[in-house]
């Protein structure tokens, strides 16, 4: 009867209750679409800004964004940068030089994009091409402060709200629910405690 406890033991002990994985670093796409839009012009770009708590690197982003009914196709820049004073930094980590409007966009990442803890970072959305208009689609559900920027220069705001998600790959430990591989050797304790009962 020991024995079998002692394998209950060590199952419980090899169960990992946390671990290295991906993890959102913002999200409120969850809350729900509409309630409102942004323009995107030619003179006026947006930005939203996130922040890391985790040592990590960019994994995907997924944006709302549709082109203006009956505008045709219109294709968007987006861009990762630093943050800098409550508006995006000088720093481009990051660029897609031609999404083309859909919902969700979602976007990956061809080489590492690190973040780091208390890290402050902006997802920017302009025009690729010079078509007249794009929208943003934001929800009333989750706001916060954004950033738009006027013939080049960028100025903090708020009231808006974003249906963007961000999500990392970090090597932190983060919550985890132990799979079921980690509980095959409780298990085999519990069944040699119940065969030593017979």
Same mark, same amino acid.
């Given at each position: 009867?020991?024995?079998?406890?002692?394998?209950?033991?060590?199952?419980?002990?090899?169960?990992?209750?946390?671990?290295?994985?991906?993890?959102?670093?913002?999200?409120?796409?969850?809350?729900?679409?509409?309630?409102?839009?942004?323009?995107?012009?030619?003179?006026?770009?947006?930005?939203?800004?996130?922040?890391?708590?985790?040592?990590?690197?960019?994994?995907?982003?997924?944006?709302?964004?549709?082109?203006?009914?009956?505008?045709?196709?219109?294709?968007?820049?987006?861009?990762?940068?630093?943050?800098?004073?409550?508006?995006?930094?000088?720093?481009?980590? %990051?660029?897609?030089?031609?999404?083309?409007? +859909? =919902?969700?966009?979602?976007?990956?990442?061809?080489?590492? *994009? !690190?973040? @780091? $803890?208390?890290?402050?970072?902006?997802?920017?959305?302009?025009?690729?091409?010079?078509?007249?208009?794009?929208?943003?689609?934001?929800?009333?559900?989750?706001?916060?402060?954004?950033?738009?920027?006027?013939?080049?220069?960028? %100025?903090?705001?708020?009231?808006?709200?974003? +249906? =963007?998600?961000?999500?990392?790959?970090?090597?932190?430990? *983060? !919550?985890? @629910? $132990?799979?079921?591989?980690?509980?095959?050797?409780?298990?085999?304790?519990?069944?040699?405690?119940?065969?030593?009962?017979?």
């Amino acid at each position: 009867m020991k024995r079998s406890l002692c394998v209950a033991a060590l199952g419980f002990c090899l169960v990992p209750f946390a671990w290295p994985g991906e993890i959102v670093l913002f999200d409120n796409i969850q809350h729900g679409i509409g309630g409102g839009s942004w323009e995107i012009s030619e003179r006026q770009n947006i930005g939203i800004p996130f922040h890391s708590t985790v040592n990590g690197t960019l994994s995907e982003v997924r944006l709302v964004l549709y082109p203006e009914l009956n505008a045709g196709p219109i294709f968007y820049r987006v861009a990762i940068t630093d943050a800098l004073n409550g508006v995006p930094g000088p720093n481009t980590l %990051y660029e897609w030089s031609s999404v083309q409007g +859909a =919902m969700p966009n979602v976007l990956h990442f061809s080489r590492d *994009v !690190p973040v @780091v $803890p208390g890290g402050s970072y902006f997802v920017t959305v302009g025009l690729a091409d010079q078509s007249p208009l794009g929208l943003w689609i934001w929800s009333y559900s989750a706001g916060g402060p954004f950033a738009v920027r006027y013939w080049g220069t960028w %100025y903090p705001a708020v009231g808006i709200h974003s +249906a =963007m998600t961000v999500k990392a790959i970090t090597e932190d430990s *983060v !919550p985890a @629910v $132990p799979g079921p591989a980690a509980a095959i050797p409780f298990a085999l304790g519990l069944l040699a405690r119940r065969r030593r009962r017979r």
